[in-house]
């Protein structure tokens, strides 16, 4: 999915200062190149998708090698070409501070999108500037990013602990589906509940309710690359 190829997808950077985030600040007293690479040496390679700035000074991003050097668009275009048909959707009426941790998962997935429901601001501090990399829409209630889904052919799953849920455990996700997480404290609202096809629960086993809402979009979006990625194609971890 390229950005812009829908009315409302945003790149994340489009809000951002453009600064700085928070895995390109050097340590105290640490050169930038320390934190990445330095500056390339020569020759310059002379594909396009290189930075001719992070050429010369060197890449401090949070960025895996194979894309040392690249512009940002670059990166996302090589991204689009394989990212997952997963979408993730987490309710902001309430200002969770959880949803920088879901879009950084969703990053480390491959996922298509992350659709902001309710508020369009957010915290993207707990995203670690993977939101530049990220594609983002925001929709201003459930139904919005309900009618979403249903043209765009996804199979709407709810994730919560309610009466009637199913254990993702042993359910086997729809692969063209829009995993929907309500916030920390409240949960689904009932629009949310009521209009989505499956709603799964994770196993628990301890004294708490619940668990933190990005950890459980961890949880599931795993569940749902168990089920449906070629693992062959994860970036190689050695």
Do not use: C, I, K
């Given at each position: 999915m390229a950005a812009g190829s829908e009315p409302g997808l945003l790149q994340a950077e489009q809000d951002h200062t453009g600064?700085?985030?928070?895995?390109?600040?050097?340590?105290?007293?640490?050169?930038?190149?320390?934190?990445?690479?330095g500056p390339h040496p020569p020759p310059w390679p002379t594909d396009?998708?290189?930075?001719?700035?992070?050429?010369?000074?060197g890449d401090s991003r949070n960025v895996i090698d194979r894309y040392r050097y690249w512009r940002r668009d670059a990166i996302v275009a090589d991204l689009d070409t394989r990212r997952h048909p997963l979408h993730v959707a987490i309710e902001n009426f309430g200002h969770d501070m959880n949803i920088g941790t879901v879009v950084r998962t969703a990053n480390a997935f491959a996922v298509a999108a992350v659709h902001i429901v309710g508020r369009r601001r957010w915290n993207r501090r707990g995203a670690m500037v993977t939101d530049r990399y990220q594609h983002l829409q925001h929709h201003p209630d459930v139904e919005s990013v309900?009618?979403?889904?249903?043209?765009?052919?996804?199979?709407?799953?709810?994730?919560?602990?309610?009466?009637?849920s199913v254990p993702i455990e042993t359910t086997e996700l729809p692969r063209n589906c829009l995993l929907l997480f309500g916030?920390?404290?409240?949960?689904?609202?009932?629009?949310?509940?009521?209009?989505?096809?499956?709603t799964v629960s994770i196993a628990q086993f301890g004294s708490t309710r619940s668990i933190n809402a990005g950890v459980a979009a961890g949880i599931a979006m795993h569940t749902w690359i168990r089920q449906h990625a070629d693992l062959r194609a994860a970036w190689p971890t050695g």
């Open positions: 600064g700085p985030g928070p895995t390109e600040w050097p340590s105290a007293g640490q050169p930038a190149a320390l934190m990445g690479v396009s998708r290189y930075d001719p700035e992070l050429l010369a000074t309900l009618a979403f889904a249903q043209v765009a052919g996804l199979v709407v799953v709810a994730v919560d602990n309610l009466p009637g916030q920390e404290s409240s949960g689904l609202t009932p629009a949310a509940r009521h209009h989505a096809a499956l």
